[in-house]
């Protein structure tokens, strides 16, 4: 049974803190991998005190990511609703307003920069009409997150079940801000007029 219903927002992220400081004491092979990666990306660039935080503020990235996905599929339904109504502050909302008022969908295309799950249901608490296409790790968490959605009115739209591209269409046909993220580099194209950088790497 999950603890998350019980726990506030920062409660429940010291758990999840010391589930991944755990889990990091046990499989120090890929946690060396991390820390080697983030030296070498960064070496020429940082002194060594510099690099060190940087590797620290990742794996508190890497806790910080867990910790908001299950809090937003297992905490307490309410106070994930008080959380997202009071500590979350969206910019920008005056020109999705706009763009809606047109009677057409919106496209929202974003990275996976952090509480990136917060997006849809943030918006969703505040009555914007979202669609958002995603993929689940497991049926359980499926099942948890398609029911919360319900409750909110937004509509997510499963990456792995049926015509993605025609569930978008109809999503923007039905007026909704359409999320999507541009995260999996294994389905990136190469374009010979532009390039790509990622961590200063081209």
């Given amino acids: 049974m999950s603890p998350f219903p019980f726990l506030t927002f920062s409660i429940s992220g010291w758990y999840i803190a010391i589930l991944g400081k755990l889990y990091y004491f ?56 008080r959380f997202l109504d009071r500590q979350i502050r969206l910019e920008g909302e005056d020109a999705l307003q706009t763009a809606l008022e047109r009677g057409k969908g919106v496209i929202l295309v974003t990275g996976h920069f952090g509480a990136v799950e917060f997006l849809p249901g943030c ?9 958002m296409i995603c993929r689940f790790q497991t049926n359980r968490l499926r099942q948890s997150l398609q029911q919360r959605s319900d409750w909110v009115g937004l509509n997510l739209i499963d990456a792995d ?10 999503a923007l046909k039905q007026g909704r801000i359409l999320i999507t993220e541009c995260d999996e580099f294994d389905e990136w194209r190469a374009d010979d007029r532009r390039d790509t950088y990622f961590l200063n790497q081209k």
């Fill in 161 to 170: 079940e049926g015509n993605i591209f025609r569930a978008a269409i109809n």
């Fill in 123 to 131: 918006l969703a608490v505040k009555g914007f009409p979202a669609s």
């Fill in 26 to 81: 046990f499989n120090r092979k890929e946690k060396r991998l991390i820390r080697n990666t983030i030296s070498f990306i960064y070496k020429r660039k940082m002194d060594s005190e510099k690099v060190k935080v940087t590797i620290k503020e990742a794996f508190k990235g890497i806790f910080d990511h867990y910790h908001e996905k299950l809090f937003v599929a297992y905490s307490h339904f309410q106070n994930l609703q």
